[in-house]
Nanobody, 125 residues
Framework: QVQLVETGGGLVQVGGSLRLSCAASGRSFSSWVMGWFRQRPGKVREFVAGISMSGSKTRYADSVKGRFTISRDNAKNTVYLQMNSLKTEDAAVYYC??????????????????WGQGTQVTVSS
């Protein structure tokens, strides 16, 4: 059974930073492609960032490139999302997701098999 638990969400002002963490259970964490998605009210869930199994490759949505950084620590079974220069449009529920079948970083949420419960990020102006 794979469990993903996100932490680190909260309230931040425009221009501020937050770091999200996602702790995973399971012995095969280093074999999973990991991703971060977000969902804003009334919107579909969208891809934010993804990272390869080893951490050597990353992929970002255009809207967060240069501001967000995804990383992972396979020894700790944890993936991170460092979010800088936050904008009001970044406010959303952020979800961590695991793709335990693929080997490339995919942006469609249907490719990810396991999901966390989500953590709220609120950005105030």
């Amino acid at each position: 059974q794979v469990q993903l638990v996100e932490t680190g969400g909260g309230l931040v002002q425009v221009g501020g930073s937050l770091r999200l963490s996602c702790a995973a259970s399971g012995r095969s964490f280093s074999s999973w492609v990991m991703g971060w998605f977000r969902q804003r009210p009334g919107k579909v869930r969208e891809f934010v960032a993804g990272i390869s199994m080893s951490g050597s490759k990353t992929r970002y949505a255009d809207s967060v490139k240069g501001r967000f950084t995804i990383s992972r620590d396979n020894a700790k079974n944890t993936v991170y999302l460092q979010m800088n220069s936050l904008k009001t449009e970044d406010a959303a529920v952020y979800y961590c997701a695991a793709d335990n079948l693929g080997i490339t970083i995919r942006s469609d949420y249907s490719s990810y098999n396991y999901w966390g419960q989500g953590t709220q990020v609120t950005v105030s102006s």
